[in-house]
């Protein structure tokens, strides 16, 4: 499993706009805690949270189907505000009101993921850049545009 490095990178297209945050997992966490603890401070919320693995063989999105190399294997929780699926080893994460919106944003975030290493030099990359680029060029088999 990958090691995730305790800064935090942002990737931006070519308008400088912010398309994707590579968060390490223990800030997206402590992030997402912080969130439901300012939301409602009742306990009784929490309980209602519910975790489960998944395996994933494809992420189908609006706008395209993202083909994997291997099965990637999923940390998915389910709560009152949505659905988050996490692929740890990438840090990728896709949130929706429900599953299938969740696999829409992953399949988003693969996609950029994709076409973003494919175009970075890694003189310009810090370690856990490069990580992250070789991971996703080897976990995505290929990207298939327009009705997934």
């Known amino acids: 499993m990958l090691l995730v490095a305790s800064d935090v990178s942002y990737v931006s297209d070519g308008n400088g706009n912010t398309t994707a945050v590579l968060v390490p997992i223990h800030v ?8 439901v ?6 306990s009784e919320n929490h309980s209602d949270v519910q975790k489960y693995s998944k395996t994933f063989y494809e992420f189908a999105g609006d706008r395209a189907l993202v083909r994997l190399h291997y099965p990637a294997y999923c940390d998915v929780e389910v709560d009152e505000e949505g659905v ?5 080893p990438l840090n990728v994460h896709g949130c ?8 829409t944003d992953m399949a988003q975030e693969l996609e950029y993921l994709y076409q973003h290493s494919l175009q970075q ?6 370690e856990y850049a490069k990580k992250i680029k070789y991971g996703t060029l080897l976990l995505v088999k290929e990207i298939v545009h327009g009705e997934s």
């Open 28 to 35: 997206w966490r402590a992030m997402k805690q912080e969130l």
């Open 37 to 42: 603890s300012n939301d409602d401070d009742n």
């Open 84 to 88: 988050a699926i996490s692929y740890l």
């Open 96 to 103: 929706g009101a429900n599953e299938q919106e969740a696999i």
């Open 121 to 126: 030099d890694d003189e310009h990359l810090t």
